[in-house]
């Protein structure tokens, strides 16, 4: 069973994708931890082990755990855990929102996505942290700025949104809604 370390320090790597904002693209070390309280958006069905921190139980996770969103929520995703959850979603919608910790515009764009997540309950939301450890899949998926929003449907990208445009955003996903 592979454990995570948690680390608060922060590896930063400058990176060639442009945030709107003109941000260096960093990369951090993460790790899932969750309440053994239930108040986590998603569930574990493989490989987690439990510790005990200040008197409380957490779970820690590794990257070969499968992720199961929650509807009304935005699921964070990896590279490991992304397709999974394409292939899941059958034929609804899946909206992706490719970030960085550092990018200004998707900080601004960040809880206006999680109200979208809220108001379309037929649409799976989720999130991926564009550090060096998702490298492979944003370069799979084409990004070329932050953030991007990518749609999909049945496994295939039908729609992007670069940058911080909400209305464009809610546009794409209205069309894909009605399609």
Known sequence: MALLHLSSSAAIRPSPLPCAANHPITSAPFSRVSSSSGSSSFSVST?????????????????????????GQVTEVNKDTFWPIVEAAGDKAVVLDMY??????????????????????????????????????????????????????????????????????????DTIRSS
């Open 47 to 71: 490989n987690a082990r439990k510790t005990k921190k200040n008197g409380s139980a957490f779970t820690v996770r590794s990257s070969l755990d499968t992720v199961v969103p929650a509807v």
């Open 100 to 173: 960085t910790q550092w990018c200004g515009p998707c900080k601004v764009m960040a809880p206006k996505f999680q109200e979208l997540s809220q108001k379309y309950s037929d649409v799976i939301f989720l999130k991926l942290d564009c550090n060096q450890e998702n490298r492979p899949l944003a370069k799979e998926l084409g990004i070329r700025v932050v953030p991007t929003f990518k749609i999909l449907k049945d496994n295939k990208v039908v729609k992007e949104v670069t940058g911080a445009k909400f209305d464009d955003l809610v546009l794409a996903i």
